[in-house]
Every structure is written in C-alpha cells, then in structure tokens.
C-alpha cells in the first residue's frame, strides 16, 4: 500500500522557533509538495520539488523555505514562526507529469503561540 | 492567477438523491482533471480522474468541457457515506495541481 508519512499529526510551537516538517513517501515519486489547508481558503500550495536538491516556489512560499536532499524525504521549514503560520500543514507526492494521482500524509496540525 | 472556482455548499440531500456538483477553472492549458475527496480531520484522497468524454465509476459520473472550461460530477443514489468534501483539482505547471476549495456534501437519512 502507497504511504506517504508526516513526521507529527499535532505540533504545538512559539513565535520565532525554528520548525521543521519531514515528510517520507515510500513511492519511489519525482515529486513532493507541501500544502496548507485553511478553513475558507482550501489547499494552498507552498512549495514543491520534482526532483533531489530541487525546488520550486507555490502560491505561498514567504515564510517558508523546503529541503530535499533524498528522493523519498522533503521537509518543510519556518524559519521564525509566527501565529499567521498556524494551520493545517499535507504532504503530497506524486509520479510523472502531472496527470497522475497525488497521495496525501495525514497532515500536521502545527498552532503557533 | 489559475484558479479553480466551486460553490462552497453545503448541499443538503436525503438518501437516494442525485447531487451534482460544478467547478470553473481559469488555466485553458490545463491538461489533466481530478475529483479528490476529504473527509472530516482526513487528508484528500483520489474518487477519481476527469476524461474529455466523460467516465463513469459506479455512482459517480464526471464530466469535462474544455471549451467553457467547466468539470461536473455527478453522484446517484446518495449513501450517508458519501458525506465529505468535494475538492475539484486541475494540473498546473510543474506537475503541480491547484485544488478548488471544496464543496461539502451532507447526506442524512
């Protein structure tokens, strides 16, 4: 069975911490996303990756900076929390090029206090 | 600015009903169609692909039309399972997808 594993499903973290997100998928998949699900404005895509030391800006990316030094690992980070960035974190991945499915991790839920 | 625009809901059937839902995207280069579905405190999960002539999956139809740029889907027989969120999908660039923000199904009995 396909998975795609987040590191947390809950994070509770200050403002200006350093946080990071890991994020594995065991599908041997190009490419990795980071998205933030907030109530009223749906996913909204970060950042993503379509291959190893790769990445691309999303929709969103200021606050946030990504890593991927392993096919199977990309990780989310904000470089100085701040309560704007609480939210629901997914982790997606997919194969090919672009017309095939993307399978999600359970998300992070990560509150900034 | 792509964009993937869906009424927000909720829709409100019984069991048994025909709910259709619509969704309006804004990138004519787009390629490739989705129907994802979330449930409550769950992350999005494939129901299925969109096809220019249009496909069939047990109760589900989905249809495309490229020239108004317009993706239905269609679900019969309403089951109580199949409340969730409906979240249209559409590739971008880069292997990316830009999701709509969903619309939210409640089936009661």
Not at chain 1, 62 to 81: D, H, M, P, T
Not at chain 1, 95 to 106: D, I, K, L, M, V
Not at chain 2, 86 to 106: A, D, H, P, Q
Request: proline residues 3%; neutral net charge; contains cysteine.
């Amino acid at each position: 069975d396909v998975k795609v594993t987040q590191s947390s499903r809950y994070l509770v973290k200050r403002t200006g911490e350093k946080v990071f997100l890991e994020c594995v998928q065991d599908m041997d998949h190009e490419n990795m996303f980071w998205y933030r699900q907030d109530p009223g404005l749906g996913l909204r895509l970060i950042y993503f990756s379509y291959d190893v030391k790769m990445k691309e800006k999303g929709d969103i990316p200021e606050g946030y900076s990504v890593s991927r030094e392993k096919k199977e690992r990309f990780s989310l980070i904000l470089e100085s929390a701040s309560t704007n960035q609480t939210s629901m974190y997914l982790c997606a991945s997919s194969s090919g090029a672009g017309n095939t499915e993307a399978f999600f991790g359970q998300g992070t839920r990560l509150t900034v206090v | 600015r792509k964009e993937v625009e869906q009424d927000p809901g909720p829709f409100n059937v019984p069991e048994g009903a025909t709910v259709a839902f619509n969704c309006t995207y804004s990138n004519s280069a787009s390629q490739s169609f989705f129907w994802y579905r979330q449930d409550c405190r769950k992350e999005p999960k494939l129901l299925m692909s969109v096809y220019s002539s249009g496909n069939e999956d047990g109760r589900f139809t989905a249809q495309l039309n490229r020239a108004s740029q317009y993706i239905s889907l269609l679900i019969r027989d309403s089951k109580l399972s199949d409340s969730a969120t409906y979240l249209c999908v559409v590739n971008g660039g880069y292997s990316t997808l830009t999701f709509g923000k969903g619309t939210m199904l409640l089936v009661s009995p």
